[in-house]
């Protein structure tokens, strides 16, 4: 289902979760976002680069140590996430068109509890 959505909305699922934990935390450092979006420091750098040329993000150095670089969204960067919410809205709602709310209910609990599972396994 991500690939077909990544083609609806031109945007990967990569590059959404780097924009969603810029609108929760306003500012953060380029390293600190890396971590909390589990992404390779190579990935997140590539995609904050694309990012910041279509003029979503915008990156500034810490002015008391150039090493680290902040980073956070532009104006432009919120409106086309709204506009990336009320598509995947509209997405889910045509993935979902034929199932009753009961079914649409049951589903989630299923698979809430499928990543709860997910989470409890150790290797």
């Known amino acids: 289902m991500s690939p077909k959505f990544e083609r609806c909305t031109g945007i990967s699922q990569s590059r959404l979760d780097l924009l969603h934990k810029l609108i929760e935390v306003g500012e953060i ?3 600190a ?8 420091n190579a990935a997140v750098t590539r995609h904050l ?3 910041e040329a279509k003029g979503m993000v915008s990156r500034r150095k810490n002015p008391d ?7 956070r969204l532009t104006t432009e960067g919120r ?3 709204d506009a990336l919410c009320q598509e995947k809205k ?3 709602a045509q993935v979902l068109k034929d199932f009753s709310f009961d079914e649409q209910d049951l589903l989630s609990d299923m698979l809430i509890r499928i990543q709860h599972n997910l989470k409890n396994i150790h290797y």
Do not use: P
């Open 29 to 31: 450092s380029q390293r």
């Open 33 to 40: 976002l890396q971590r909390e979006v589990n992404i390779d």
């Open 49 to 51: 680069k694309q990012l």
């Open 65 to 71: 140590d150039n090493r680290i670089t902040f980073v």
């Open 79 to 81: 409106e086309r996430i």
């Open 90 to 92: 509209e997405f889910i």
